[in-house]
């Protein structure tokens, strides 16, 4: 590169970055064609006469979401900021709104988005605000809790998406386990159920949370699992839970008497689907968020920053 070439590439660099030019007005300028502007800035940045740099308050969140998405192979991590010495309810308007945000970019119409229930999903879908409206159908994925709060219900949280979305919902009435085998092949042969297990099969897109360890499991204080099914998850090394479905920190899904007596969508189904998003935030869940993208069970994961620090250092 001889000095007049270098003089050259400076001055378009300096008026295409310092002084606003378009590279229509560069062109106009100085007399050169504007399609040859696109290639003298692009050679500028070879020759290291324009270096640039990305800089943002939010640096660290946005290399562990990198860290993570490139190790899992995942589609999209999402970190929000967590917060000390505030409220936990901010955590969960921050991570409605991060929601909020993707499901905006990311739903189409003619979707069909699966949800499950529990507290993390219940407690961030109310602090979504509307959505750009889209013609979907939002459905459960698992039978609902019987003595649940209602905000936590499956029901409840896709009446409430569907509602941000201005799409339709529609309802499953079915519990998440029954007692016996027979009870659930029964539920599942039924009519009521058929449109659901229709939709379960055309499904693109999945929004779940993710249950922590067997002893802190929604499972347990919602009065599904017993201590014969505990002891026999354990032996199983289960490590966390989506759908009432239960999985190893492999990623493996738990076939066991449980899983016979349960009414939700096979795990499997959420490995193909265009987006599985799940919401999961505390030092508690993080091996169960591991095996959950160990798995595949997930590809885009909204979390909190303390959570995605303690996947790092696991990693």
């Known amino acids: 590169m001889n000095w007049e070439e270098e003089r050259l590439l400076y001055r378009i660099a300096k008026l295409y970055y310092e002084e606003g030019y378009t590279q229509a007005k560069i062109s106009k300028e100085l007399g050169i064609y504007r399609t040859t502007i696109g290639r003298m800035l692009k050679r500028a940045q070879d020759k290291g006469i324009v270096k640039i740099q990305i800089q943002s308050s939010s640096d660290a969140l946005f290399d562990l979401e990198d860290k993570i998405a490139k190790h899992f192979g995942m589609k999209e991590v999402v970190v929000v900021p967590s917060y000390t010495e505030q409220s936990n309810q901010d955590t969960n308007k921050s991570i409605g709104e991060a929601c909020g945000s993707l499901l905006d970019r990311v739903i189409l119409d003619d979707d069909i988005i699966g949800v499950t229930w529990g507290k993390t999903l219940g407690s961030m ?50 519990a998440a386990v029954y007692n016996s085998i027979e009870t659930a092949k029964e539920i599942l042969q039924s009519t009521f159920m058929t449109d659901i297990l229709d939709y379960w099969d055309d499904l693109t897109v999945a929004l779940v949370g993710i249950g922590a360890q067997i002893s802190s499991s929604n499972m347990v204080w919602s009065g599904f699992l017993g201590d014969y099914d505990q002891l026999e998850l354990m032996e199983h090394d289960a490590i966390g839970e989506i759908c009432s479905r239960f999985y190893t920190k492999k990623g493996e899904v738990i076939q066991s008497s449980i899983s016979e007596r349960t009414i939700a969508i096979p795990l499997e189904k959420l490995k193909d689907l265009r987006y599985s998003i799940g919401v999961a935030y505390s030092k508690e869940k993080v091996e169960a968020i591991i095996g959950a993208m160990n798995g595949k069970l997930i590809n885009t994961l909204i979390t909190n920053e303390e959570t995605a620090l303690e996947i790092c250092e696991s990693i």
């Open 125 to 174: 879908i109310h602090q979504l605000d509307e959505l750009k409206p889209k013609n979907v159908e939002c459905v459960p994925l698992v039978g609902g809790p019987g003595g649940m709060k209602s905000d936590y219900h499956v029901n409840a949280i896709a009446l409430r998406l569907s509602s941000a979305l201005n799409g339709s919902s529609h309802f499953i009435n079915a």
